[in-house]
């Protein structure tokens, strides 16, 4: 068994800065007039509470120095514990949701993956409006710093790929992300500044466009707004928010590479060639099947097509249409999108373009196998050999993938759900996309309705989704815990 | 370019085979006294005369030795014109069948998939009943002996794991063919004639008892009934066919080596263990799932559970019950239990046991080396490693089923179909399974209602499902038929 105190000292700090973050919705709702702002200064001092009575407790053991499973477990642990309190507001708050279903909010919030079991957004006071954008925005982040600075090094599902030479060793990860932590929240803070300045401009209110920013660089997909996006019924607020959306899923080293006046990856990386490219098949094709097969108007199918599919594709979850109501094909389309995510070292999730790519270039080599059995054929990705041990990564990623995905599916059968709902709610809540398809889960629907088993099942597989399953999954194994 | 001609000779004997295949129901409609007799005779003529021409044509090229590419192009050829003039009947018949739904019919057949566009087969000629059994059990012995001799040879999808030693070049597939096929046709011919007199002596006619049981050892899944199995509501006819089902399923050289007086694989083989536990373990779950939630008696419970999950895993798709109504855990659950499919060297399809072993085994490991980096771990397949060329042979296959799936939901949504239908259709056709999920293609329904245009991309999948995708994706590579 490992030392716990180095990990819970970590914990406390997080718990004392989230404690930080929760003041500044309580400034907004004081400074707009709403009593609300005492939701989140009661639930500031309990999270202050509890994470100075963690550090307290644990600082005698504080280090910078984690071993490997020190580092599971902390990862885990954040998400997990940012969601328990990040949940208070919701629960506080005049919605009075359980505290299920603000611990749901809360997790959605966090791992950006926007599922909402909130109704009534037009009429909620703008200090838990923000709160949720904060969630998303800082889960945001996190995920980008932890892809990469923590799981490179961890070896998750094919992640080593991306190892950066000089920081290998888990001694130095705690270094290594606040050393990336400085630029890349300049970074960050850079691009969502840009994009609410762009909405603002199209005509929203800076609080919106403040807020929209936030959850569209982190690919987050919560809005202020019943009717998400679709609200402000803007096309230039939805090109916006589809370059904004685009702009989040691409890898920020690439930014911070260009920041550095090399903006060679930016222009010739593998995984954001084959991202864009996803991207705009996808697009143009609900486009012409909007225009052909539904009548509708090209820049409106252009617009509404692009909007959608990327939304679905960075696992964003924004809507402007209830894409269900484009038939058949689109929901194929959407539930065969939802799975890939943007690029490895960005804010989206899902199974994220590389993994796509090493499992193409491995069944390409395949296939020339079968052609030529003498012949060499190795897999590469962005030109450079893959090693074996990396196809092999990425396939145990995938697998688990598809049995999380499964195994999910039953269970919300099992707790009623429909069939299209169970399926499509999995595949939601595991690439952290947010809207599920159908009537109930759709982008025209809630998650409010769903029995309380299935909110906690769905919780869970959003935090697995957004840690890479491996990083969760580990912790169940008893051999971690032992020796 | 490789020689075609010691191809199609093969192709011609095989036609030749068909025609006379095509006699016997005939004999059995002329005996019972039906006009259909003269259908099979004609189409019998015109496949004849085309079998004889081919040979003809080509003998001067004849030979015992193919090359790698003439075996993959001679395995696609023969399903392809098996199909075709195999639908002759169905069209030439009362039935009256668009050549579109004959072929599907036919392709459904020799694929052993089981889907069906045939409304009243209560009243159809036993001719053409036992022309569709017939069908599905050449498929079934087919598939077996091409698993046994070919597919291991070109190394589709990790099958290299079961070459045997002796046997491992191009130039030999024929001669091994042969030798395989006269004990295997032994062992095939057995466990039918013991099927059929075990349905016979529990109430069948002796026709329904020898349709029925070539169609279950095949885990094909035609019936004589529009109702299938159902029809006879018995639970002994219920359970003979389920075990019948699970003897198809099987390596048929397990029962191979029983003869020759070492049971050992039988009971010790892994992918027999693994197969067996999830039969079981899926029956148990949807056994308690219908007692506890839909107050079902459990011995009929357990009967409609084990027949169902039991004729979906093994991707017979015979029905007893329209499962869509045991709810969205149901359908989740068949889902699943649709994609694995039986053992390796059987007659079922679909993923196959071995490489979800494999997938799991390689996912295992992964998840050690996250714990100990520096630990060695090799997953192991039967108690033997397995090499880093399979485990990428089986990644490489399971992307492109994946693949494959996704693609075909979407041309079938494009199409017009709903989602559920769209999806499941998609996954039952490619599995080989036959009925989907949902009102139009379920248990319940029929696939003679689909646009034709459905019809021919759900012919090719299952097609492609049932070649293990590759020897038929091979033949698009431009590189295949240049040098």
Redesign the interface.
């Known amino acids: 068994m490992f030392a716990l105190s180095p990990v819970l000292y970590i914990v406390g700090i997080m718990l004392t800065g989230l404690a930080a973050a929760m003041l500044l919705p309580a400034l907004v709702d004081l400074m707009m007039g709403y009593a609300d702002w005492q939701v989140f200064a009661a639930s500031a001092l309990v999270t202050l509470f509890c994470g100075v009575s963690l550090m307290l407790t644990t600082q005698g053991k504080r280090t910078t120095v984690l071993n490997?499973?020190q580092a599971?477990l902390l990862t885990t642990l954040i998400w997990v514990v940012v969601a328990l309190f990040g949940a208070l507001p919701f629960m506080f708050s005049d919605l009075e949701l359980s505290y299920t279903d603000a611990f749901f909010e809360a997790m959605s919030g966090v791992t950006t993956t926007g599922s909402t079991v909130i109704v009534g957004l037009d009429n909620t006071a703008p200090g838990l409006l923000l709160w949720r954008a904060l969630l998303q925005w800082l889960g945001g982040i996190g995920i980008v710093v932890m892809a990469m600075g923590l799981l490179p090094m961890?070896?998750?599902?094919g992640m080593q790929m991306f190892k950066t030479e000089a920081f290998d060793t888990p001694e130095k990860v705690l270094p290594r992300a606040a050393r990336f932590a400085g630029w890349l929240s300049l970074v960050y803070v850079g691009i969502t500044a840009l994009c609410a300045l762009a909405l603002y401009i199209a005509g929203m209110s800076g609080f919106d466009a403040i807020a929209h920013a936030m959850t569209t660089i982190a690919t987050g997909g919560y809005s202020t707004k019943d009717a998400s996006v679709g609200h402000f019924n803007s096309a230039s607020v939805d090109w916006i928010i589809t370059a904004g959306m685009i702009l989040g899923s691409l890898p920020f080293i690439a930014y911070l590479k260009m920041l550095r006046g090399d903006s060679r990856m930016l222009l010739h990386d593998s995984q954001i060639r084959w991202f864009l490219t996803i991207a705009l098949s996808a697009g143009l094709v609900a486009t012409i099947?909007q225009v052909a097969m539904l009548s509708a108007h090209p820049l409106d199918a252009l617009r509404y097509a692009f909007f959608n599919c990327v939304s679905v594709l960075t696992g964003t979850g924004f809507a402007t249409t209830d894409f269900s109501q484009w038939?058949?094909?689109?929901?194929?389309?959407m539930?065969?999108l939802m799975f890939i995510g943007g690029c490895a070292g960005s804010t989206t999730c899902g199974i994220k373009i590389f993994r796509v790519q090493i499992?193409?270039a491995?069944?390409?080599?395949?296939?020339g196998?079968?052609?030529r059995?003498h012949g060499v054929f190795i897999p590469h990705f962005n030109r450079k050999p893959i090693p074996?041990e990396v196809?092999?990564?990425?396939?145990?990623?995938?697998?688990?993938y598809?049995?999380c995905f499964?195994v999910l599916?039953?269970v919300?059968?099992?707790l009623?759900?429909?069939?299209?709902?169970?399926?499509s709610g999995a595949a939601t809540a595991i690439s952290n996309v947010g809207p599920g398809?159908?009537d109930v889960i759709g982008p025209a629907g809630n998650f409010s309705t769903l029995p309380d088993a299935a909110k906690w099942a769905l919780s869970l597989a959003m935090l697995m989704g957004r840690l890479e399953l491996?990083t969760v999954?580990?912790l169940l194994?008893p051999?971690?815990w032992r020796g």
């Open positions: 490997l499973r599971f961890l070896s998750v599902g099947w038939g058949g094909f689109a929901m194929s389309l539930l065969f499992a193409y491995t069944a390409g080599a395949q296939l196998r079968l052609l059995p074996d196809s092999n990564s990425v396939m145990g990623f995938l697998v688990v598809m049995l499964l599916a039953m919300l059968g099992a009623g759900l429909d069939f299209v709902t169970a399926v398809l159908g491996f999954l580990i194994a051999s971690f």
